[in-house]
């Protein structure tokens, strides 16, 4: 009899995983192992559930585990968690409340994805102090804010759940403080978006402290205050959102090589260093598409995307997993945020390239008609090549034009490739040159002189 495929984690890589398997291979047998009881959901939409967007945390689940188990034949087993691999005997260990079992597998995809960090600050275990990385983490603070009315908000981090929960408390009615550590929010998406959506914070009221650390948080039982360096502010509410690690403790333990990045090591199909064993998603590297060095950026479309290719691989058709760009994008109340590629300076250069940037501000639409708003948008480009190597945006509207830079770089277009491509114009919704072409206009000249 042939041995299962055996997949740990239940959301976006796994459930991707196993949908493809039982599409291409109806006759396989997949095992998949939650430790929760939510699957295949939008974490991504947990904030505007807090806000109040979104009417049911279950809105925001794709498929039940009703559908993966009747409709797609996943034999999806909820509240069981994986706590050993033992790659020898080809074998995973299970946990449930009621026993410890043992399950062999033929194939077995590591899709553990992530967790929230959670620095060691006092009071981190205070009534009111949440991370969010989970819908039971969702579901706790909107029925705290429900039940507990608090009136301010302390945000620690200003990354983009920090931003996305600055709106979201806001609209909620709480008075919001966001800290952040370095000299601007939203860091890997470069100055000149932090600058702009540092000053939107401010206009929206948002009390925003930058180059301030957090030391702690002090109350009886639940919260009341954030402890700065600067001193001490009321916050009835705290959300930590200082980034993400992979959970990679399963994939360690079993001898399964991490990379640089800490990361599960893999190659271009997902494959880790035990050719049985495949890891996706947040637990898992990704080759950039710039750099080519392996690279991790937790997001979502990249653990759906190698989940997918896994399946098929698994059922004899091997599919790259992918490269990425980082490309993400960010609504910060009234603004959108975006990036791609490679912005740091150091990180390019490190990368062997000689970077050269410009920022521009357009307008979003034709500038006589009505709602244009403008545009800020930076690329970058090596300069000995004309390679493009990234690009962020920041605006009212039209941050989502950065798709049009990360396909540039998947085709490793040059700037003059770039400013040649054939983009779509009418006044409401550009201007006759997008501003991405008249970005990549004057890096083009920058770069011929
Ligand atoms: C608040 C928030 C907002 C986000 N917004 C965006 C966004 O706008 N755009 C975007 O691209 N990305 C966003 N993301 C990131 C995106 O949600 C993740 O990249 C994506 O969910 C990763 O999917 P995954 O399957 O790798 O991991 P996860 O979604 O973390 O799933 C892993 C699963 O594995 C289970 N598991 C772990 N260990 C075990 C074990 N030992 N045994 C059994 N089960 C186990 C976990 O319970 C979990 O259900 C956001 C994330 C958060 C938290």
Not at 149 to 155: G, Q, R, T
Not at 206 to 220: K, P
Not at 387 to 397: F, K, M, N, P
Request: proline share 5%; with cysteine.
């Amino acid at each position: 009899m042939t041995e299962p495929v055996v997949v740990i984690g239940g959301d976006a890589a796994g459930m991707s995983a196993a949908s493809k398997v039982k599409r291409e291979a109806p006759d396989t047998e997949v095992i998949v192992f939650e430790q929760g009881e939510w699957v295949s959901y939008a974490a991504c939409g947990m904030p505007y559930y807090i806000k109040g967007d979104i009417e049911h945390l279950d809105d925001l689940v794709q498929v039940t585990p009703e559908e993966f188990r009747a409709e797609r034949g996943v034999d999806l087993r909820t509240g069981h968690e994986v706590v050993g691999i033992d790659p020898d005997s080809e074998t995973v260990t299970v946990r449930t409340d009621n026993e410890t079992f043992e399950q062999s597998y033929g194939t077995l995809l590591i899709a553990t994805g992530a967790s929230a960090v959670e620095p060691p600050f006092a009071g981190m275990d205070l009534d009111g102090v949440f991370t969010l990385h989970d819908m039971d983490e969702a579901g706790e603070i909107d029925r705290y804010i429900d039940e507990h009315e608090p009136e301010s908000a302390a945000i620690v981090g200003g990354g983009y759940v920090g931003i996305e929960m600055a709106e979201a408390l806001d609209e909620r009615g709480l008075d919001v403080a966001l800290y952040e550590m370095l000299p601007q929010v939203l860091a890997p998406f470069g100055e000149a978006v932090g600058e702009r959506v540092g000053d939107h914070l401010s206009e929206q009221g948002v009390d925003l402290h930058l180059e301030t650390a957090v030391d702690g948080f002090s109350g009886e039982r639940a919260v009341d205050a954030v402890e700065t360096e600067d001193g001490r502010r009321p916050a009835e509410l705290v959300v930590v959102g200082v980034g993400v690690e992979p959970n990679t403790s399963l994939a360690a333990e079993a001898g399964i090589e991490l990379g640089e990045t800490g990361a599960i090591a893999v190659d271009e199909y997902g494959r880790t260093n035990d050719e049985n064993i495949y890891a996706a998603g947040d637990c898992a590297e990704s080759t950039n598409v710039v750099t080519g060095e392996p690279d991790h950026v937790p997001l979502a479309l990249t653990a759906n995307r190698a989940g997918r290719a896994i399946g098929q691989t698994i059922t004899g058709t091997p599919q790259p997993v992918g490269e990425i760009a980082g490309t993400a994008i960010v609504k910060a109340f009234d603004l959108g945020a975006a990036r791609t590629g490679v912005l740091d300076e150091e990180r390019a250069r490190d990368a062997g390239f000689e970077p050269v940037s410009v920022t521009i501000d357009t307008a979003s639409r034709a500038h006589y008609y009505p709602g244009a708003s403008e545009l800020t948008v930076t690329l970058v480009a090596d300069e000995p090549s004309g390679r493009v190597l990234g690009a962020s945006l920041v605006g009212r509207e039209g941050a989502k034009r950065i798709d049009t830079v990360a396909t540039a770089l998947t085709a490793a277009l040059t700037v003059e490739e770039l400013q040649g491509a054939d983009l779509a114009y009418a006044p409401p919704y550009s201007p006759v040159w997008d501003p991405i072409l008249t970005a990549a206009k004057v890096l083009g000249s920058k770069l011929a002189d």
